[in-house]
């Protein structure tokens, strides 16, 4: 079906695009904006302390990047986008000799995206975000390609956000709407929480919460995802740390042969959209294991349920009621993020 009808279709699809830039001046914005950002170091485009790629790997990228314009399949397009950002994790990884998080690949996503200084990228992440099967808009694909469309945004208000690592009010807005539109079934999970990734934050006293997207299989248990989590966040003492389930009201920590992501499904499952975070943090120096953890097996319906879906965490302070923390994680955490542990 794609052969007999895409293939024909995507040389006139392609120009219609283009040519509605043109017409509309976003293509002149979004060329003088690349050229911009091409001129800028990697700090200056939100990048930390990974190194960049060098002339060579950039080349690289950039090749199989003009080798996914040239195919008509939504699906074999993001493919080719998902070796990219591999490719990109490798290179970031062997050059620093360390892991990285999701929190650092959208900037350098950014950086290598504007040293291609491809314009086309633009349409051609249309072309897959309404084109892909829906259904693959849940996998490790979707994912990447929702992180390409916030570079790309990123890009195109280089010259108002200054390539801030976090996307727009407005960018992430069109995400959602986007995701609803294509997403037939209404439980199906959203931007923020794609299968087999798991958003997971840090809660410290002296700096608030920090957040990361992490791949977590099914069968992950509590102390695994804990020793993921330690080495994610640079945890010195991970024995004093725990896994919690928070809730608005509520902060169980949760067993070690838990599971999370079958919490995570069964909370999905409710009738009712029941906000809940995921919070790595010291245990109470006083708290005793006895009636203190939470295990999957417990009935989470007398868990409480409230009626904003859309909260999420910031802050936290000395040992925070659930209000407190619900309230805090929005502002400083993306969550258009690629996993931070498959590469």
Known sequence: MLKCVLKPLKPAISAALKGYQVRSGGWKELKENLSLAKTQRPQEMGVADAPPPDTVAIEKIRQKFQTMCKLYSPEKKVCMLLRVCKLIYTI??????????????LPMLTYILAQCDMPELDNEILYMMELLDPLLL????????TSAYGAMSLIKNFHKDQAARVLSSETRDTLHQWHRRRTTQHSAPSI????NYLRVALQELDSGCTAK????????TVEELCQLCALKFKVSDPETYSLFLQMEGSSQQLAADTHPQKIKAELHSRPEPVPFHFVYRRMAKNRTLSGALYNATSDLSRLPSV??????????STEPPASSIISSLNSSCITEEPPADTH
């Open 92 to 105: 970031m990884e062997d050059n620093s000799g360390r892991l990285y998080g999701a929190d650092d690949f």
């Open 138 to 145: 849940h996998g490790e694909g979707g994912y990447y390609l």
């Open 192 to 195: 923020d929480d794609f299968q």
């Open 213 to 220: 997207t992490l791949a977590v299989q099914p069968d992950t």
């Open 307 to 316: 009626s904003d879906p859309k909260a999420d965490l910031i802050h936290q």
